[in-house]
Every structure is written in structure tokens, then in C-alpha cells.
């Protein structure tokens, strides 16, 4: 089974500043994806970053990185220069292995991470 | 914008009642997928279909059930509600399994 755990419930990061989001999970499957999401309050999902198993390099898309630690089954997401706009709510979330089908898979989340920046 | 469309926005109803919630998946994904977001339990995935067929159920009640149209359109049927099935539904959609799942805007339903 597996298990994404976001141990900070609340997160608080002064404006321009760099945060990095906790993200560990569990899972005996060698072939993975990781996710971020974004939740704002006014509820839609927002597609963030993806990591690879197999990725070499961490994934970066714009300000947003992914520190991915394989060994230590890690997946912290860093925003960098943090605006007012990325206060949310923020899920890791995990796909299970790729399956020989070639259809997706669900994700499983963590419960998240509530980031507050502040002016 | 996702280009994953959901149908309602908001839903409120009364216990014992059945709604339909509706998803349309963006343009060339085949794979849809239903989550329900709800405060004590999170987000939680419920069922998933690739190209009109069920590939995958997770915690979806026996109330509740889906389905995927040839136009790939997809909906959530939910029956004899209860106060504890007002959360939050996502649709989300994909192409292929090594691309992200793109979320719609969700249903609200709410349950009186």
C-alpha cells in the first residue's frame, strides 16, 4: 500500500522568501510518479511539478522545484521568491507503478500543507 | 484553466435524494477519474475509466456509481444521500499514464 506523509500541517513564509514543503512516501513499487497540487481557497486543483523514479535530475518548472531523495523516500517541494498568490493549500500526491496496460493510475495524497505567505 | 469541465459547481440537496455530477475530460484524454475531497477523510480517489471502461475502484460506496460515455464524457451518480457524503468531487483526466491527472473546478455538494 501506499502512504504520502506532509508533516506540516501549516506553513508560514515571508514574501520573496524561499519555502520548502515536506513530502515522505511508501511504497515497494520501483516505478513512481510524484505530484504536486495546489488548492487555493477557492477550491480548484492546480497541477504544479512532476518527479519521475527514474528521473536523474530534480524537476523544476519556473519557480517551483521538487528535491528529490530516492533513498530517503523524499519529495520536498521548494518555491522560490514566494508572492501573496501561493498562499494555498499544497498535496504531495503519488501514482502507483507504471502499468503494462498503458492506462493511468490514481493518485494517492498526503493531507497536505496550508501556506500562508506573508507580506 | 485545466480544460477538464465539471458540472455542476455547487449542489445542494436533501438526505435520501440522487444526483448526477457531470465531468468532461480535456480534449484526447482517454483516462478519467473521480476524488472526493471531504474534511475528516481528504482527498480520496473513488474510481477511474480509460476509454468507457472501469480500469480501477477505490473507496466508492455502493451508492454511488459511474460511467464513461463514447464521447468520453464521464458521470458520477450518487444515491440515497447521506450528511456524510457532502464534500467537494473532483474529475480529473489524463492522456496516458506518465502524464498528470488535470483537475476541473470540482462539485460542492451539500447535503441538508
Known amino acids: 500500500a501506499q502512504k504520502i506523509t506532509q508533516t506540516q500541517p501549516g506553513m508560514f513564509v515571508q514574501e520573496k522568501e524561499a519555502v520548502t514543503l515536506d513530502c515522505t512516501y511508501d511504497?515497494?513499487?520501483?516505478?513512481?510518479?510524484l505530484f504536486w497540487y495546489k488548492q487555493p481557497s477557492s477550491g480548484e486543483m492546480i497541477f504544479l511539478i512532476y518527479?519521475?523514479?527514474?528521473?536523474?535530475q530534480n524537476a523544476t518548472e519556473g519557480r517551483y522545484s521538487l528535491n528529490f531523495q530516492k533513498a530517503r523516500k523524499s519529495a520536498n517541494l521548494v518555491i522560490s521568491a514566494s508572492q501573496l498568490g501561493d498562499s494555498a493549500m499544497y498535496f504531495c500526491?503519488?501514482?502507483?507503478?507504471?502499468?503494462?496496460?498503458?492506462?493511468?493510475?490514481?493518485?494517492?495524497f498526503g493531507s497536505g500543507t496550508q501556506l500562508t505567505v506573508l507580506p | 484553466d485545466s480544460g477538464v469541465t465539471q458540472t455542476p459547481k455547487h449542489l445542494i440537496t436533501a438526505t435520501g435524494q440522487r444526483v448526477t455530477l457531470r465531468c468532461s475530460p480535456r480534449?484526447?484524454?482517454?483516462?478519467v477519474y473521480w476524488y472526493q475531497q471531504s474534511l475528516d477523510q481528504g482527498l480520496q480517489f473513488l474510481i477511474q475509466?480509460?476509454?468507457?471502461?472501469?480500469?480501477a475502484k477505490g473507496n466508492i460506496l455502493e451508492r454511488f456509481s459511474a460511467q464513461q460515455f463514447p464521447d468520453l464524457h464521464s458521470e458520477l451518480n450518487l444515491s440515497s444521500l447521506e450528511l456524510g457524503d457532502s464534500a467537494l468531487y473532483f474529475c480529473?483526466?489524463?492522456?496516458?499514464?506518465?502524464?498528470?491527472?488535470?483537475f476541473g473546478d470540482g462539485t460542492r455538494l451539500s447535503i441538508l
Open positions: 480534449s484526447g484524454d482517454l483516462s
Open positions: 500526491a503519488m501514482r502507483e507503478a507504471f502499468p503494462s496496460s498503458g492506462s493511468a493510475r490514481q493518485l494517492t
Open positions: 511504497t515497494s513499487d520501483q516505478s513512481y510518479g
Open positions: 518527479q519521475g523514479s527514474y528521473d536523474e
Open positions: 475509466y480509460y476509454n468507457g471502461e472501469e480500469r
Open positions: 480529473a483526466s489524463s492522456v496516458e499514464a506518465n502524464q498528470p491527472q488535470h
